[in-house]
Every structure is written in structure tokens, then in C-alpha cells.
């Protein structure tokens, strides 16, 4: 019985300190009431990231809405991957590449002027002219991820957002 009442009591302990040092699950942000309900706009509507981002927010229950002069507008202007060269093997080809994936986006609030953002996601890639067919796999699968990173990023951007 003592062991029981000593465990409820370090479990409760436990609980209230990472309730009181600010503790959050990952990705559980808190998003502004004035952004619970935003238009989404987009050059593609189709395109993948525009996908992820339309999860983020159905899954941080912000729905879309259409435009109208009373709403948020979270515009997605642009996303681009780039690839630079980090190293080269001996026989000049090239060896390891750096995938940088920009998006830039602005969110419009009532009344007042676009603020820009831009988040850059950037992972190394190791490209082995042996193995083609795996290299272009894993290309695909770091592209997906990094997309997935930049959705997330976008929603963190919205919940850091401070409306007057």
C-alpha cells in the first residue's frame, strides 16, 4: 500500500514539473484565434507542398476558407530546390551534392500589409553513379521529408504570429 501511494506520488510529481517548465508535445502548437480560419492561396493548388501545408491545417483545426476582406491569407509564393556540389571523387565526378529546399511564403492579416517569410531546409546527399536506381529513391524520399519539414515550419511560423 506505502508503494503504491509513493509511486502515485512521484508520478504526480513528475506530471506537475513538466507541466509547469513549459513542457509541449512536438508539433502541438498554439495557433492565434484570429488564424483559426485563413485562405490558403497557392500558384498550384495540386502541387505537393500545397497538400502538406492544407494537412497542417486541417490537423491544427485551422480551416481554409475563401478570400474575402475579414480573412487571413496564407500565400504560398514559391518553393525551389537547388543542389550544390560538396565534394567530387578522384576521377572529377561528383560525389556528394547539398539539396536546399526554399519556399517563401506571406501571410496577410486584416487591414494591414503582407508579412514575408522564408524557411530553407537543407540535407546532404551522397550520389553513387553505381547504384542509379537507389540514389534516385532516396533523392524522392529526402525531397518528401523535406517538403514535410517546410509544412511544419510554416504552421510553427503561423503559431509564433502575434496579432494586434
Sequence with gaps: MLIKRISLAMMALVILTTAGCGFKLQRSYSIPVELEELHLSTNDQYSELSRLVSDRLRIHAISTVPASDTTPTLRLVNDSLERATLSLYPTGNVAEYELIYLVSYSLTLPESEPQI?????RRDYQDDPRTALA???EMEMLVKEMRIQAADNI???LASIEVN
Design 117 to 121: 517569410f522564408q524557411t530553407e531546409i
Design 135 to 137: 540514389k534516385s529513391r
Design 155 to 157: 504552421i510553427q511560423t
